[in-house]
C-alpha cells in the first residue's frame, strides 16, 4: 500500500484532498501570540481582520520532528510526502529529518521547489500514479522530475506580506511603488520567490498580462487541468476562468481559495494561475 501525503500549504479542497485520498499535515499559524493550525482552526478571513485590527503580521511554522513522526506512523503502507519547497519552509526538511528516524519505514520525501497549488499538482499527480500501481520510490522519482514543469505566478494587492515575511527579496526596489507597479510574482527553477513582471496601471492589467502570457505558451503547458489559487478575490477568479477557457481547450479548472500560511504570506487579494508544463 502507497500512501500520499502532502501539508497543507498545497492548498487543496476538502473535496480534492477526499477525491485524491490525499494526507494533510497542518503548518501552524501565530496570530497575536495564539497558535493556530493552518485547515483546522483558523480561516484566511479570521487571519486578515487582525492584522487589520492590531497592524501584526502572523508567523507561520513547519510542522515540528515529532508532528511529523507521529503524522507518519499514524498513516500505514509506503509513503511519499509531497511538501513545500525547501527555500520558503523548513518543512521538507523536517519531513526528511523524521522520515530518516522511521528506518523501518519507507517514507520518501519530495522538495516541490514551489507553493500553494504548485505542490497541489503534484500531490495529485501522484495520487494517480499511486493509482495505477506504481511503487513509491517510482512515484517520488517521477514527481521529483514533475516538479521543475509547474510553473506558478501570482498578483499581489499589497507587497507588505511577502516583503516583510522574508519570503521575497526581489521586491525591495519596488516595495515604494505599490501604487503605480503591480508585480507579478514567480516560483523560480531553483525554488525562489521572484519579480517575472512589473505591469503598471491597474489590477484587471496585471491579470490580463497572466492571461495572454498563458494564451501564448498554451502549446506548452498540459492542460489537463489548472488551478486558479486565491485569497478571497471571487470576482476575479470568475474573470480568469472564463477566459482561460476561451484561450485553450483546457479539461478542467479548479478554482480553490488558499488557506491560511499561504494568505500570511501573500496578504488578501491575492490570485494565481497555476499549471503544469509538458
Same mark, same amino acid.
Given at each position: 500500500?502507497?500512501?500520499?501525503?502532502?501539508?497543507?500549504?498545497?492548498?487543496?479542497?476538502?473535496?480534492?484532498?477526499?477525491?485524491?485520498?490525499?494526507?494533510?499535515?497542518?503548518?501552524?499559524?501565530?496570530?497575536?501570540?495564539?497558535?493556530?493550525?493552518?485547515?483546522?482552526?483558523?480561516?484566511?478571513?479570521?487571519?486578515? =481582520?487582525?492584522?487589520q485590527?492590531?497592524?501584526?503580521? +502572523? *508567523?507561520?511554522?513547519a510542522?515540528? /520532528?515529532?508532528?511529523?513522526?507521529?503524522?507518519? =506512523?499514524?498513516?500505514? $503502507?509506503?509513503?511519499?510526502?509531497?511538501?513545500?519547497?525547501?527555500?520558503?519552509?523548513?518543512?521538507?526538511?523536517? %519531513?526528511?529529518?523524521?522520515?530518516?528516524?522511521?528506518?523501518? @519505514?519507507?517514507?520518501?520525501?519530495?522538495?516541490?521547489?514551489?507553493?500553494?497549488?504548485?505542490?497541489?499538482?503534484?500531490?495529485?499527480? %501522484?495520487?494517480?500514479l499511486?493509482?495505477?500501481?506504481? @511503487?513509491?520510490?517510482?512515484?517520488?522519482?517521477?514527481?521529483?522530475?514533475?516538479?521543475? *514543469?509547474?510553473?506558478?505566478?501570482?498578483?499581489?494587492?499589497?507587497?507588505?506580506?511577502?516583503?516583510?515575511?522574508?519570503?521575497?527579496?526581489? /521586491? =525591495?526596489?519596488i516595495? $515604494?511603488?505599490?501604487?503605480?507597479? @503591480?508585480?507579478?510574482i514567480?516560483?523560480? +527553477?531553483?525554488?525562489?520567490l521572484?519579480?517575472?513582471?512589473k505591469?503598471?496601471?491597474?489590477?484587471? @492589467?496585471?491579470?490580463?498580462?497572466?492571461?495572454?502570457?498563458? *494564451?501564448k505558451?498554451?502549446?506548452?503547458?498540459? /492542460?489537463?487541468?489548472?488551478?486558479?489559487?486565491?485569497?478571497?478575490?471571487?470576482?476575479?477568479?470568475?474573470?480568469? *476562468?472564463?477566459?482561460?477557457? =476561451?484561450?485553450? +481547450?483546457i479539461?478542467?479548472?479548479?478554482?480553490?481559495?488558499? $488557506?491560511?500560511?499561504?494568505?500570511?504570506?501573500?496578504?488578501?487579494?491575492?490570485? $494565481?494561475?497555476?499549471?503544469?508544463?509538458?
Open positions: 500500500m502507497v500512501n500520499i501525503l502532502t501539508d497543507s500549504c498545497s492548498d487543496l479542497s476538502p473535496e480534492l484532498i477526499k477525491k485524491f485520498n490525499l494526507h494533510v499535515i497542518p503548518l501552524s499559524v501565530v496570530v497575536k501570540d495564539r497558535l493556530f493550525h493552518d485547515g483546522i482552526d483558523i480561516t484566511p478571513a479570521d487571519l486578515f =481582520q487582525s492584522v485590527d492590531t497592524g501584526e503580521l +502572523p *508567523k507561520t511554522s510542522p515540528s /520532528l515529532a508532528e511529523f513522526t507521529a503524522f507518519y =506512523q499514524s498513516i500505514p $503502507g509506503d509513503l511519499v510526502y509531497i511538501g513545500i519547497g525547501s527555500k520558503l519552509s523548513a518543512t521538507v526538511q523536517n %519531513a526528511a529529518v523524521a522520515a530518516r528516524n522511521l528506518p523501518d @519505514r519507507k517514507i520518501f520525501v519530495v522538495d516541490s521547489n514551489n507553493l500553494s497549488t504548485g505542490i497541489g499538482l503534484l500531490a495529485l499527480k %501522484a495520487a494517480e499511486r493509482d495505477e500501481g506504481l @511503487r513509491a520510490e517510482e512515484i517520488a522519482k517521477e514527481i521529483t522530475q514533475a516538479a521543475e *514543469k509547474i510553473h506558478t505566478s501570482f498578483v499581489v494587492e499589497t507587497l507588505d506580506y511577502l516583503y516583510l515575511g522574508g519570503r521575497c527579496s526581489a /521586491l =525591495q526596489n516595495a $515604494g511603488s505599490l501604487l503605480k507597479i @503591480r508585480p507579478i514567480e516560483t523560480k +527553477p531553483n525554488g525562489t521572484g519579480v517575472k513582471e505591469i503598471r496601471g491597474t489590477r484587471k @492589467r496585471a491579470l490580463d498580462s497572466m492571461l495572454e502570457d498563458f *494564451k505558451n498554451s502549446a506548452l503547458i498540459d /492542460l489537463k487541468r489548472v488551478f486558479i489559487t486565491h485569497t478571497g478575490c471571487d470576482d476575479d477568479a470568475t474573470y480568469l *476562468k472564463s477566459h482561460l477557457y =476561451q484561450s485553450a +481547450p479539461q478542467e479548472i479548479w478554482t480553490t481559495l488558499a $488557506g491560511a500560511t499561504i494568505s500570511s504570506h501573500c496578504g488578501p487579494n491575492t490570485i $494565481g494561475v497555476i499549471y503544469v508544463l509538458r
